[in-house]
């Protein structure tokens, strides 16, 4: 079981980056798969997740309007698409996984976590 966060990188501020988490060894079918952040001395905030039972979303006041969470399940993937990123975005974002389905955005609530990708922000 393994999930693979990948698309981070270095943009300038306005810019865009589409964040990827693609699992292996399950699928995301009737899990709720989550996105959080931990930027240089800051505690891991939930940035997004969504429901892959009835497609329900969260996103934090912070980034509401400008990321977007969607799954791919014929590629077993899900992406957080970010817009307009800020210098306060700059962080590693790890996406989760919780087959249950329930968890929200509370990262204790997952039980499968990707490595991390950095995204940093210049201003």
């Known amino acids: 079981v393994q999930l693979q966060a990948s698309g981070g990188g270095l943009v300038q501020s306005g810019g865009s980056l589409r964040l990827s988490c693609t699992a292996s060894?399950?699928?995301?079918?009737?899990?709720?798969i989550g996105w959080f952040r931990q930027g240089p001395e800051k505690k891991r905030e939930g940035v997004s997740c969504?429901?892959?039972?009835?497609?329900?979303?969260y996103y934090s006041d912070s980034v509401k309007g400008r990321f977007t969470i969607s799954i791919n399940n014929a590629k077993n993937t899900v992406y957080l698409q970010m817009n307009s990123l800020e210098p306060e975005d700059t962080a590693v974002y790890y996406c989760?996984?919780?087959?249950?389905?329930?968890?929200?955005?509370?990262?204790?609530?997952?039980?499968?976590w990707g490595q991390g990708t950095q995204v940093t922000v210049s201003s």
């Open positions: 989760a996984a919780d087959p249950s389905g329930s968890a929200g955005s509370n990262s204790g609530d997952y039980d499968y």
């Open positions: 969504i429901s892959n039972t009835d497609g329900s979303t």
């Open positions: 060894g399950f699928t995301l079918d009737l899990n709720a």
